[in-house]
T-cell receptor, first 118, second 111 residues
Framework: GAVVSQHPSWVICKSGTSVKIECRSL??????MFWYRQFPKQSLMLMAT?????????EQGVEKDKFLINHASLTLSTLTVTSAHPEDSSFYIC??????????????FGSGTRLTVV | KQEVTQIPAALSVPEGENLVLNCSFT??????LQWFRQDPGKGLTSLLL?????REQTSGRLNASLDKSSGRSTLYIAASQPGDSATYLC??????????FGQGTRLTINP
């Protein structure tokens, strides 16, 4: 089945530094990947839709200059949290859908990245 | 705008019981509905995907039903086990791509 690999699984960084999170589709190609943020005991909040070869589409209220998304290939999307601050500490999850699928195919999720900014 | 609601928010039952988790959505024009499981600090694991033309899907002890006209889906778990303890999320696509999630049901199975 479709597998999405996300790295790192956890990261601690100092306030003011930047952190990059990778999301890879291992056995399928994905023109579109999605980045979510999840606060403790809450559901997933879509941050942005990552489009291969073009600019990402950000949800309302998400700062595109703080959360930089790059989708340079059909199997890799990256999320960079720039100038991180403690309030950016959260659980970030990516997902993708098989390129060959239609809307009738489900979504596969990565294992998530726990970001802690100190 | 699609909205997804899950009830109950939390459920605690003794091992061995059969249980039902509920999911409702406001826009019945969906392509499919997907149930996920999330363990603490982990990503989402897909459990069942029901196409809009289907009424139910089964995988092992799990059975999911879909009633588009009423905007409802249920996830039935038979003979629950402590290992079933997790948060269960349902989600439907909005438009062409975006998934809309419910708030989840936090399930605890007591030995």
């Amino acid at each position: 089945g479709a597998v999405v690999s996300q790295h790192p699984s956890w990261v601690i960084c100092k306030s003011g530094t930047s952190v990059k999170i990778e999301c890879r589709s291992l056995d399928f190609q994905a023109t579109t990947m999605f980045w979510y943020r999840q606060f403790p005991k809450q559901s997933l909040m879509l941050m942005a839709t990552s489009n291969e070869g073009s600019k990402a589409t950000y949800e309302q209220g998400v700062e595109k200059d703080k959360f930089l998304i790059n989708h340079a290939s059909l199997t890799l999307s990256t999320l960079t949290v720039t100038s991180a601050h403690p309030e950016d500490s959260s659980f970030y999850i990516c997902s993708a859908r098989d390129l060959t699928g239609t809307l009738n195919y489900g979504y596969t999720f990565g294992s998530g990245t726990r970001l802690t900014v100190v | 705008k699609q909205e997804v609601t899950q009830i109950p928010a939390a459920l605690s039952v003794p091992e061995g019981e059969n249980l039902v988790l509920n999911c409702s959505f406001t826009d019945s024009a969906i392509y499919n509905l997907q149930w996920f499981r999330q363990d603490p600090g982990k990503g989402l694991t897909s459990l069942l995907l029901i196409q809009s033309s289907q009424r139910e899907q089964t995988s092992g002890r799990l059975n999911a039903s879909l009633d588009k006209s009423s905007g409802r889906s249920t996830l039935y778990i038979a003979a629950s086990q402590p290992g079933d303890s997790a948060t269960y999320l349902c989600a439907v696509p909005q438009g062409a791509q975006k998934l809309v999630f419910g708030q989840g049901t936090r399930l605890t199975i007591n030995p």
